[in-house]
Structures are given as C-alpha cells and as structure tokens.
C-alpha cells in the first residue's frame, strides 16, 4: 500500500537491544501518530536524482 495513513497495520525499523529489527504495529496503537509528508515523485519535473535503473555512476 503506497499510503500509510490508510493502512491498518504498520510495518516499522526500529533498533532494540538485539540489533534492528522488522515489526507489525497495529494502526490504531495507543501512542502512535502519523501524519502526511510530502516527498517528491521521482522523476517528476524539476526533480534532480536518479532512479533504481541508474547504476552508481548516475
């Protein structure tokens, strides 16, 4: 789902005393908050950068 604010459950990276680690975080959790962030579309105009396609060099 491209969206997270309408997911249902959240898969997140979070550092533990064991390492980083994957885990499921229901939507609705106490104390959790989310919010909308604006990030560019990639290859959009005006947009420098480059894709998954573009090897290390550019």
Do not use: H
């Amino acid at each position: 789902m491209p969206d997270g604010l309408d997911a249902d459950l959240l898969v997140v990276a979070a550092r533990t005393e064991a390492g980083v680690g994957l885990f499921a975080v229901d939507s609705a959790a106490d104390g959790l908050s989310r919010s909308e962030l604006e990030a560019p579309r990639p290859g959009a105009p005006g947009q420098r950068g480059r894709g998954a396609a573009d090897g290390p060099d550019g």
